[in-house]
Each structure stands twice: as C-alpha cells, then as structure tokens.
C-alpha cells in the first residue's frame, strides 16, 4: 500500500490553515504577521528544493555525495547555533562545528552499521534522513545550552571568580553552570521520550506507516532514533560547552572578551 499522494490544488487549500495564525497574530497585533509569511514561504521554497534535490541524490546513491550533504548540513547548523545563541562567531563556530560534527557522525554511524547492520552506511534513503533528524534536536537542544551557560556566566562571573579564588579549580567552579545547561537543554528531549506513543506519534513512526511498514517495524525505528536523539544532543552539549572553553578562557580562566 502506497502513500496517498496530495496534489498541489490540495496542498493549496491546506495553505488556508495559515489564515488562522494570520488573523490572530494582526487582531493581537503582535508584529509577527510579516516574519510569518516569509517563514512560510522560505520553508516552502526550501523544501522543494530539497525535495527536487534529494530525488537525484537517491538516484546516484554516490557516497562522497551524501557525505558533502551532510556536512553541508552541519555547517548550517553551527552557523544557526552561533547566531541564535548571539555568541561570537569568532571563538565559537569551530568549536560548535566540532561539537556536532563528532557527536552526530559518531551515533549515526553507530546505529547503521551495528544495530541497523547496513551493507552500505552511507545509503541515502538511512543516512541522509537519520543525520538531519539529528542534526535539528541537536541545533534546538545546543541552543538553549549554550544560551544557558554562557550567558549565566557572564552574569555571574562574582560567582564564578569568587570560586576560584576560595581554590577551586576550573571545571569544579564552571560545574553548576554546566548542570544548569544539561537540565534545560535535555529537559524537553527526556519529557518528550517519556511521552512518545501516549500524546503523540512522532514523525518518522508516522511516515514509515503511511508508507506501508509494518508497525512494529516502525516502532523499532523510533525506538532508537529516540535513543540516538538524546545520546547525540547530549554529546553535542557537552562537546560544545567542553571545547568552546578552551577557547573562550584565557590562561588565568577569565572569559574573553568578545
């Protein structure tokens, strides 16, 4: 069984859903109606786009390809991380780029070749798909943490230099801020695991069905892509923070200037 396809008159009509956030957003004059239509309108282009893309890039299957699109991917989403996080772009882009670069490929890779035991890990229709779901609970999730720490230390760098000068070393005085950032940043993906089949049916179980899967098969996919989610968000946090250190501090553990 095939999935039932939407014709662009259909897919029309289900643009008149926008109406609604229009409409509330002008009787509440929020301001948001203008960012709105160019959201949509970007994400609309850019899907098509990509769409039109992929379908050549299922067909040649070539390795190296899908490697460059992914990497394309995790630059893009360094870049996004830096910005949202309104953190220089000099001290922290490599050091993001890195983060999630490693976090990423390592846990993707894991769960092809090892639990998925694919003869060719770099298959566009597993690769290129899994990579991006991650790629984007990543690039939400180091948001908030970076958000979190560094802001959090800037405004408490008393706190910060009062502890290492009662003789605590480095990582013991940036420690709470850390944990600060592991909890806002994991929270959402650890309450959304907890709820994942009970509230909703997340997307990949969803398209996998209407594809004509099997449903425990499905379930066995979102299973582990909601495993692989939180291990590579948590990696990526932790890689990010880690090594954005080294090159924010100086020698005498002050924060840079920007």
Same mark, same amino acid.
């Given at each position: 069984? !095939?999935?039932?396809?939407?014709?662009?008159?259909?897919?029309?009509? $289900?643009?008149?859903?926008?109406?609604?956030?229009?409409?509330?957003?002008?009787?509440?004059?929020?301001?948001?109606?203008?960012?709105?239509?160019?959201?949509?309108?970007?994400?609309?282009?850019?899907?098509?786009?990509?769409?039109?893309?992929?379908?050549?890039? /299922?067909?040649?299957?070539?390795?190296?390809?899908?490697? =460059?699109?992914?990497?394309?991917?995790?630059?893009?989403?360094?870049?996004?991380?830096?910005?949202?996080?309104?953190?220089?772009?000099?001290?922290?882009?490599? %050091?993001?780029?890195?983060?999630?670069?490693?976090?990423?490929?390592?846990?993707?890779?894991?769960?092809?070749?090892?639990?998925?035991?694919?003869? /060719?890990?770099?298959?566009?229709?597993?690769?290129? %798909?899994?990579?991006?779901?991650?790629? !984007?609970?990543?690039?939400?999730?180091?948001?908030?943490?970076?958000?979190?720490?560094?802001?959090?230390?800037?405004?408490?760098?008393? =706190?910060?230099?009062?502890?290492?000068?009662? $003789?605590?070393?480095?990582?013991?005085?940036? !420690?709470?801020?850390?944990?600060?950032?592991?909890?806002?940043?994991?929270?959402?993906?650890?309450?959304?695991?907890?709820?994942?089949?009970?509230?909703? =049916? %997340?997307?990949?179980?969803?398209?996998?069905? =209407?594809?004509?899967?099997?449903?425990?098969?499905?379930?066995?996919?979102?299973?582990?892509?909601?495993?692989?989610?939180?291990?590579?968000?948590?990696?990526?946090?932790?890689?990010?923070?880690?090594?954005?250190?080294? /090159?924010?501090?100086?020698? /005498?553990?002050?924060?840079?200037?920007?």
């Amino acid at each position: 069984m !095939g999935v039932q396809d939407i014709s662009w008159i259909d897919l029309g009509v $289900g643009y008149l859903l926008i109406i609604i956030p229009l409409l509330a957003f002008r009787y509440y004059q929020t301001g948001l109606v203008r960012s709105t239509l160019i959201a949509i309108a970007r994400m609309t282009v850019q899907l098509l786009m990509v769409g039109a893309y992929l379908g050549v890039i /299922f067909k040649w299957n070539n390795a190296w390809i899908n490697i =460059l699109w992914v990497v394309a991917m995790v630059v893009i989403a360094a870049f996004t991380i830096v910005k949202r996080s309104e953190l220089s772009r000099k001290l922290f882009l490599i %050091p993001v780029l890195i983060a999630i670069a490693v976090s990423v490929l390592l846990v993707d890779l894991y769960f092809l070749g090892v639990v998925v035991r694919l003869d /060719f890990l770099f298959d566009a229709r597993y690769f290129i %798909p899994i990579t991006g779901m991650l790629i !984007g609970n990543c690039l939400s999730n180091d948001i908030v943490a970076l958000n979190t720490y560094y802001h959090s230390l800037t405004r408490e760098q008393t =706190l910060y230099r009062f502890a290492l000068a009662n $003789g605590a070393t480095r990582g013991e005085a940036l !420690g709470g801020f850390m944990r600060d950032a592991l909890k806002k940043s994991l929270n959402p993906t650890i309450a959304t695991t907890a709820v994942v089949g009970l509230i909703s =049916l %997340p997307g990949m179980m969803t398209g996998q069905i =209407l594809g004509g899967s099997d449903p425990m098969v499905a379930i066995k996919y979102q299973i582990m892509i909601m495993i692989t989610i939180m291990v590579s968000t948590l990696l990526t946090v932790i890689l990010s923070i880690l090594i954005c250190n080294r /090159f924010v501090f100086d020698g /005498f553990g002050m924060m840079k200037k920007k």
